[in-house]
């Protein structure tokens, strides 16, 4: 039997969680527990996670910055989470957490066992998808993130806030799709674009050009680079995705 490494965060040592520890070991897994402190989630990134599992409770939700700490980690780490605890708690805890980024969430009381299986079968089937890999360049964090929030539950995002960046994490990880800011300070989107298209390993990214500005000068611009098109940042989330769907859609025909 295969394993893969899965972290369990719980801030309690107790029989219930000795026993998921037991079970998710017995469904293949080897498991890291860890509580809910940034420098504890930091020593787990030097692992090969499959994901993660949140026992939510009071000193997790009432305790301050831990909920946003493990936010942060999931959205680095781009993990699914399994979500364990009272209804409310659950509740408060999706909340805060990245939407893309919960994949299930299990009310006490629950069988164990039964939790333990359909966290193994979840995992098979995330890691299973040909999730397709987008590259987001924009030197708005809060925009990125939003962009990841976006499309994080059809495809897999990596995000870079600068030009520089985005060609280091390109040598890391060759993207199917780059969506670039076109009006990025220092380094501009033109110029990455031109950093792309020189070297012969990136040169058929293809690369969709991100714009706040929609006048008919501003566009002509855009599009006179020739890139593989453009999207207005005002447009609404949804048709963000659905332009991106039909980007793939249309290079698979």
């Not at 009272?86 to 990245?98: G, T, Y």
């Not at 985005?166 to 799709?177: C, G, H, R, V, Y």
């Amino acid at each position: 039997m295969r394993r893969d490494n899965i972290l369990f965060v719980t801030e309690g040592k107790n029989y219930l969680d000795e026993s998921i520890r037991d079970n998710l070991a017995e469904n293949g897994f080897k498991v890291y527990q860890c509580v809910s402190e940034k420098e504890e989630l930091l020593k787990a990134t030097q692992r090969e996670l499959v994901g993660m599992v949140l026992f939510v409770d009071d000193k997790i939700l009432h305790a301050a910055n831990k909920l946003e700490a493990i936010k942060e980690f999931a959205l680095q780490e781009d993990l699914p989470i399994f979500l364990l605890g009272q209804k409310e708690d659950i509740i408060r805890a999706q909340s805060v957490l990245p939407p893309h980024t919960v994949r299930e969430s299990y009310i006490r009381p629950i069988d164990i066992k039964d939790m333990s299986l359909n966290i193994r079968m979840s995992v098979d089937r995330f890691s299973g998808e040909e999730r397709r890999n987008i590259l987001v360049v924009d030197d708005s964090g809060a925009y990125l993130r939003s962009v990841r929030e976006w499309l994080g539950d059809k495809y897999q995002v990596t995000l870079a806030n600068s030009g520089t960046m985005a060609i280091k994490s390109m040598t890391l990880k060759k993207p199917d799709l780059i969506l670039l800011d076109y009006e990025m300070p220092v380094v501009s989107g033109k110029q990455v674009l031109e950093m792309i298209r020189w070297e012969p390993e990136f040169s058929e990214i293809p690369v969709i050009f991100l714009t706040g500005k929609n006048d008919k000068a501003s566009i002509m611009n855009v599009m006179g680079l020739k890139p593989d098109g453009y999207l207005l940042k005002s447009m609404e989330p949804t048709e963000i995705v659905r332009a991106v769907d039909e980007f793939f859609s249309k290079q698979r025909l």
